[in-house]
């Protein structure tokens, strides 16, 4: 297998700094607490419309193996999990798994975490793969996005959520995100590592997924309110499911 190196040491810092603040909805995560509140529902209406959400109507994801990537301190493992979901949560950074697993604990959800990059999986399939929030971090793309891919069992989904790169994700997303409205840390983001749509399609179809569903993720500057769109010229999201072999 390549061992090409997925994780840069930097972002694993910026991340475990940040990491005390994982699940305070009003400090400087409040932007994921928001998206999580749409990517959630937007995850669990496409497994159904899918026909892989089939468990019991208070754990509509019973029975399903859920990786989430670059799982943080776990606002979306959680979610999964509450959906009835077995999750797996891998992170490079210590300290997000660390308060992933108090946080579980304390809420009662069994969620396997783990402490690394994707490649410490090694063969091992899921029915759903998370690949939200974390492209736009990595290094050496072609061969993370391989190994998503690989991780995501024929007939399985994988959802990707990232930024789309052109003038104005740049404008929205950093200019205004870091530096007007400081939502964000700066230099959370760099312009160069955002992914274009196509881009991310192109990646998801050599890994034989067939994407389904492209959405954008649109805010409010004022209300801070959150919404699924068809405009993906900034944030957006889109859902993949792998093909059976013949």
Known sequence: ??????????????????????????????????????RAPF?????????????????????????????????????????GARVTGVDPAERNIAIARSHAAKAGLDIEY??????????????VVLNMEVVEHVDNLDHFMARCNALTRPGGMQFLATINRNPLSWLVAIVGAEYVLRWLPRGTHQWQKFVKPMEAESM???????????????????????KVTRFTGVNYMLAARKKNPR
């Not at 496409?46 to 754990?59: D, H, I, P």
């Not at 990537?69 to 959680?78: Q, R, T, Y």
């Not at 998801?204 to 959150?226: C, E, F, H, Q």
Request: charge should be negative; hydrophobic fraction near 45%; charged fraction near 20%.
């Open 43 to 83: 995850i669990l209406d496409v497994l159904t419309e899918q026909g892989l959400a089939t468990g019991r109507a208070s754990e509509p994801l019973g029975g399903l193996r859920v990786l989430d990537i670059g799982c943080g301190a776990g606002l979306l493992s959680e979610s999964m999990a509450a959906l």
């Open 1 to 38: 297998m390549n061992k090409a190196v997925t994780t840069n040491r930097d972002e694993i810092g910026k991340f475990n700094e940040l990491a005390a603040t994982w699940w305070d909805p009003a400090g400087p995560m409040w932007p994921l607490h928001k998206l999580n509140a749409i």
């Open 204 to 226: 998801l179809r050599r890994g034989a997924l067939d994407p389904l569903v492209r959405r954008g993720v649109s805010v409010n500057p004022i209300t801070r309110v959150y």
């Open 114 to 127: 783990l402490v690394g990059s994707v490649d410490i999986l090694g063969d091992a399939t899921f029915d």
